[in-house]
């Protein structure tokens, strides 16, 4: 069963969903972190219904500023508050009884993959971590449009923050396009494979405030790997589309306690059937070993 909570962070609220197995209490928990502009509502839902399954407390949140949660401007994508509302969720966590705080394990996808291997970096306490399809700099969706791409943001980039600093409102860019669109990413497939993603009926807001693309571009969470001290499971894409699989090998090798499962996927196929059911089984598994749930 899975109940909608809310938890502060930085004087606002973030929407928080909480999914509890059916074992008796207190619960090992796993902390979902989504990719960047995405929400609970694009496909969260069934790896809460894995996991929470497998014995496991699950704990899903929206970023502020997007989905359900407080802040304006909307579709701000901001580091520093992002991993307030990582610590927010954290702490959350150990208010509540039902939930093991000793026993808590971080998973993040495509984007939200940088968010815990930084987190895991810079935190005692994580029992483990899990990451997938992982997007480890945040240069890498831009970059493979080509450096030409990159350059059409330096005037949206400079319009926005102008306008920020003025209090003229914010100016916005798309993040995933079709090729040739001014979006942040806009390689083939890239939209078809994000739009994948979003089930009927749920309205994604595309857009971010395209100042923020200045601080992504030069966050690089690869760096850190060998900063993490709990056990690290990278599930890498071979295929990836977005970014390149070299990347996350090199972190699964760089952290101490590191390992990587190769599937032969690109960004989006690994939340679908045929690949999915595969990978969180091999999640699953790499969870059970390091959180013991009942």
């Known amino acids: 069963m899975t109940t909608r909570l809310t938890f502060p962070s930085g004087g606002e609220r973030c929407a928080a969903w909480l999914t509890l197995p059916q074992a008796a209490a207190p619960h090992p928990v796993v902390l979902l972190i989504h990719g960047g502009g995405a929400t609970h509502a694009m496909m969260l839902d069934q790896y809460e219904r894995w996991f929470s399954a497998a014995g496991f407390a699950v704990l899903a949140f929206d970023f502020r500023h997007l989905g359900e949660s407080d802040g ?33 394990a971080l998973w993040g996808t495509s984007f939200g993959a940088s968010h815990v291997v930084a987190t895991a970096a810079r935190r005692d306490g994580i029992a483990a971590a899990v990451i997938q399809c992982p997007i480890l700099q945040g240069r890498a969706p831009a970059l493979s449009g080509g450096f030409g791409h990159l350059l059409r943001f330096t005037g949206p980039i400079v319009s926005d923050l102008l306008c920020a600093a003025l209090g003229l409102g914010r100016r916005y860019v798309q993040i995933v396009g079709r090729p040739g669109e001014l979006a942040f990413v806009n390689v083939a497939g890239a939209y078809e494979g994000w739009m994948s ?43 990836e589309n977005l970014t390149k699989p070299e990347i996350a090998l090199r972190v699964a090798a760089e952290a101490p306690l590191g390992r990587a499962i190769r599937y032969p996927t690109d960004h989006f196929q690994v939340y679908h059937p045929p690949f999915v059911e595969r990978i969180v089984a091999d999640q699953i598994a790499f969870l059970t070993e390091h959180l013991d749930p009942e």
């Open 72 to 104: 304006e401007p909307r579709q701000l994508m901001s580091l520093s508050r992002y991993f307030q509302d990582i610590d927010a969720a954290l702490a959350f966590i150990r208010t509540r009884p039902e939930l093991d705080a000793a026993r808590v």
């Open 197 to 239: 993603v979003v089930p009927p009926g749920v309205m994604f807001d595309g857009r971010i405030t395209a100042g923020a693309g200045l601080s992504m571009l030069l966050y690089d969470a690869s760096a850190k790997a060998r900063q993490v001290r709990c056990p690290l499971l990278v599930c890498v894409s071979d295929r």
